[in-house]
């Protein structure tokens, strides 16, 4: 099986920046599509960016020249850098990662933890 550690998030004021990282561990043959999914009160899932093993890129339009995704194969992590955060950033962000696994040899979806990122006015 397959875990994804999350860390980065935190509480930060209007403005500022933060960097998410994702960790994926476990018997893995290969990682294929990364993204970040966030969760705020009152509010649907929403796909924040993904990342594609080519390096492929996609963002909501909300974040779109704020956020950047990337990932290290090497490390079998992704990261997101958010920058010029504002309190409607404010949410849980979840990993979602599509892999394939060995010992079963499988192709599943799996979430990190979680990780809250919260913005003050």
Not at 1 to 20: F, I, N
Not at 46 to 74: C, H, M, P, Q, W
């Amino acid at each position: 099986q397959v875990q994804l550690v999350e860390s980065g998030g935190g509480l930060v004021q209007a403005g500022g920046s933060l960097r998410l990282s994702c960790a994926a561990s476990g018997s893995i043959f290969s990682l294929n599509v990364m993204g970040w999914y966030r969760l705020a009160p009152g509010k649907q899932r929403e796909l924040v960016a993904s990342i594609a093993a080519g390096g492929s890129r996609d963002y909501a339009d909300s974040v779109k020249g704020r956020f950047t995704i990337a990932r290290d194969n090497a490390k079998n992590t992704v990261y997101l850098q958010m920058n010029n955060l504002t309190p409607e950033d404010t949410a849980v962000y979840y990993c979602n990662a599509e892999v394939v696994t060995i010992n079963p040899w499988a192709h599943r979806n799996y979430w990190g933890q979680g990780t809250q990122v919260t913005v003050s006015s």
